[in-house]
């Protein structure tokens, strides 16, 4: 009986929980248009996870992405960060949580047009009030492990659709955060230059990075390591690949 509970105590250890989504209720709106995007929602997300969220169109995935990403509250339930309740936090600490601890990369790379690959790198790690040398030399061993050492000075515009999405992957990851979610980031981008991303995303998850990525395609979806699908704001089936 001992030996169980120890070695039960062991496996939960080694699987350490890093996102936990319990009975999480979102809604928008009021009255005749209210509309529920989450309804009573589990999720949990445990560290060096490579989780793709699939299902149709409305079915809550980017709603549930801004939650785990601190971009929004559930209307109810309980949000675990790290083991810290997020639904519970101030804006200022909502922000703070975010800079340190989630990375962002969207399908649209929402970089800062008029400042360069490397600035763009380097702005997350000014909210985390590093050292303008320490922010440069990081901003530069990022974009050369996104395979981007050659293009750090350029402007967005002057970049390709996927060395943008790369640069976007190289700010998301530049303060180091526990959790990685991206909300289809290929959606943009061309076959090769989507087998270029993944690739990248491979290699950031055997680093250890968790990552979280809402994609509608399925041969993206094979690329991860579990699948949940979500149908009317909730999870309906979770499977390994
Ligand atoms: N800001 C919003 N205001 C009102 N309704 C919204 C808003 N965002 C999402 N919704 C609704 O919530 C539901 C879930 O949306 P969403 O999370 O965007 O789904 P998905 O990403 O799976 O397409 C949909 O019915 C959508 O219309
Ligand atoms: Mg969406």
């Avoid at 800079?99 to 360069?116: A, D, R, T």
């Amino acid at each position: 009986m001992q030996v169980k509970i120890q070695l039960a105590n062991q496996l939960k250890s080694l699987k350490n929980s890093v996102a936990r989504l319990t009975h999480v209720n979102k809604f928008y709106g009021e009255g005749s248009v209210k509309v529920k995007a989450l309804d009573d929602l589990n999720l949990e997300v445990f560290q060096g996870d490579y989780l793709a969220v699939m299902g149709a169109s409305g079915s809550g995935k980017s709603t549930a992405m801004n939650i785990l990403g601190c971009l929004d509250r559930p209307t109810n339930g309980k949000y675990e960060l790290n083991g810290t309740a997020v639904e519970k936090l101030d804006d200022d600490s909502l922000a703070d949580i975010r800079n340190k601890e989630l990375g962002f990369v969207f399908q649209q790379f929402h970089l800062l047009q008029e400042i360069s690959a490397l600035e763009n790198v380097m702005l997350p790690m000014i909210y985390a009030c590093i050292p303008s040398i320490e922010r440069k030399k990081r901003a530069e061993e990022a974009l050369t492990r996104v395979g981007l050492k050659n293009r750090m000075t350029n402007l967005p515009n002057q970049l390709s659709g996927g060395q943008q999405q790369r640069v976007a992957i190289a700010r998301a990851i530049i303060n180091q955060p526990s959790l990685l979610l991206a909300d289809e980031p290929t959606g943009a981008l061309d076959s090769k230059t989507t087998e270029d991303v993944l690739n990248l995303f491979d290699q950031l998850h055997n680093q250890g990075i968790t990552i979280v990525l809402v994609t509608h395609e399925d041969t993206v979806a094979q690329r991860a390591k579990k699948i949940a699908r979500f149908k009317d704001g909730k999870v309906i089936e979770i499977s390994q690949n």
